[in-house]
């Protein structure tokens, strides 16, 4: 039988899962990142990598037919003609491009997704300014170096990772505008996410055991893989993440794009995968209830009934969506004396965020929404789900898989044919 395997490279950790043509799990390993120094930074990643290769068992990795990678989005690195790095990675939220944006202003449509200071163009523009640029060759993303020491074929990218490169992901080209920055290096050669690029490295096939004829192919993001793990696929199925923030992606079949609220969308195959993202989330319920609080207090909670209090739970002031303020307050008040009605009433006002949010997305033109799946910290909390689903007005379901790992081994077996 066939097998795939999916690597994520997340904030946190790499993982890896390996999958049979059914779906199921056949092995998992992970591989947590400890502190390191930010010129080991890609030496550690790739051991991380091969960590992951060498836990899995023989027969399993003889099986395996097609390997894919994701990373976290817009972590960047250069190279030289041979694939090493020339500096430290830049890291998906490195700010140091901010300095850039006057200049990119100049040359983007406006609104654009590149405008912003940790999108990967506003990176390669500081990147570019910096004395070791001279030996850089080729500018990667991090899913795109890490998928070279497996395949050796530099300089090659996917549509999701070079989305906020500026690549026109609709037409399939980089833009006119975009050459006009005259930057002196190799930008990526992009791929359909989950097609292959090239039959794994001999040496690597070797030293690892790999059958030779097991195919790389082109990998993706951690989020977009976690919105693939779920299983969602047809017109109108969401996704929330339920995490520290709260982020929805709604398919559709129209892209939807709104810089006011920091709504772009990612092309999956033929469909388009706007999402949004608000700062309210567990990370404010965090601040007042540790996670064996969250169930205690939620089981007190009768779900059915709806909460009076309105709050906008928020750390610091400032959102973006659904509601795009950078001013506007936390609302945290009035606090009940029972903390099961307290976290009631933080519950029901993160969900009416949510449905707000989608209800955005619909107006911006996605499609109708027919069901959501949850993500994230928050789907294990079943008071929650009952609220959420008396705002939503359709099926919240958990899904079976949230990984990012496990959406990758689904995206090389394959690929955006689904
Ligand atoms: P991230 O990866 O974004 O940091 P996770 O997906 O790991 O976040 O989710 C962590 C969040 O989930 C925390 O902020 C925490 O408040 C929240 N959380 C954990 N348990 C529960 C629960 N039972 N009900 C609601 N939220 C929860």
Redesign the pocket.
Known sequence: MGLYLGIDFGTSGARGVVIDEEGNIQHQARYPFGMSSDSNLARDWQVALFSLLEQIPGAIRQEIQAIAIDGTSSTVLLCDAAGNPVSAPLLYNDGRGAIMLDNLKSVAPPNHTVLSATSSLAKLLWMAQQPDFAQARYFLHQADWLAFLLHGQLGISDYHNVLKLGYDVEALKYPEWLEKLKIPIHLPQVSTPGTSIAEIHPEIAMQFRFSRNCLICAGTTDSIAAFIASGAKLPGEGVTS????LALKLLSRTRVEDARYGIYSHRLGNLWLPGGASNT???V??QFFT?AE??KF?REIDATKASDLDYYPLLKAGDRFPINDPNLPPRLEPRPDSPAEFLHGLLESIARIEARGYELLQQLGADKLNCVYTA???A??DT?TEIRKRYLQVPVVRPLHTEAAYGTAVLAMRGMRE
Do not use: F, K
């Open positions: 339920l995490g520290s923030t989330g567990g990370a319920l965090r996670d969250l169930e939620s994230g910290g928050g294990a909390n929650w």
